[in-house]
């Protein structure tokens, strides 16, 4: 009787603990390599500079900046603030937000961080409020800055589930290509 549960063990063990995850880790790298390998981002000189899944800090004004975070923008503590609307916390978070983006009135998601602290989107919407500043800070008409986030614009995924956005990264070294890199400190 003994014998037979430790088979079973086994059996169930190299079944589901090695053949199985060994199993989905090849079909992942044969039918979805880079969704697999964390659909990494690499600038003109092929160096990783990020990940499409994970958003990071932009400071300079050359550049569109995401969503505050939370966590930083670490994504070994994903979390949010889980401060409420009535949250003298988040008052002043966002108070402070405003005050960064010397703006009387802006996009809400932009002066409050996403539910994990490491959404890579926003809307087109606060991509496009930020045209002026980012145009502005290169050196360059707004209108071009304008068409160039209107044509990274991701829309609803298999036509209807969620809203069209613009992946931060993405539109900053879209930038770069674009109108050449921003030397001002902060990314």
């Given amino acids: 009787m003994i014998a037979a549960a430790l088979r079973t063990s ?12 060994l199993a989905v880790t090849a079909a992942g790298q044969l039918v979805f390599r880079d969704k ?9 000189r092929g160096e990783v500079v990020g990940s499409e899944l994970i958003g990071q800090r932009f400071s ?3 550049y569109f ?12 503590g ?15 978070r966002v108070a402070a937000e405003l005050g960064r983006l010397q703006a009387g009135e802006a ?23 930020q045209v002026p500043r980012v145009a502005s800070a290169r050196g360059v008409a707004a209108e071009r800055v304008r068409t160039l ?12 589930l969620g809203e069209p956005r ?11 290509r674009q109108f050449g890199h921003a030397f001002a400190s902060g990314r």
């Fill in 36 to 44: 697999a390998n964390g659909s990494l981002i690499r600038d003109d």
């Fill in 10 to 21: 086994l059996v169930t063990l190299l079944l589901t603990g090695i053949a199985y995850p």
């Fill in 60 to 62: 300079s004004p050359a």
């Fill in 149 to 160: 986030v209107e044509a990274l614009i991701e829309g609803r995924d298999l036509g209807f």
């Fill in 166 to 176: 613009v992946n931060v990264l993405l539109l900053n070294l879209a930038l770069d």
């Fill in 65 to 76: 900046w995401p969503r505050p975070s939370a966590v930083d923008w670490d994504a070994a």
């Fill in 107 to 129: 996009p809400t998601e932009l002066l409050t961080a996403s539910a994990s602290g490491l959404d890579p989107h926003l809307s087109p919407e606060a991509a496009l409020w």
């Fill in 78 to 92: 994903s979390g949010g603030s889980n401060l409420g609307p009535t949250s003298r916390k988040l008052r002043e």
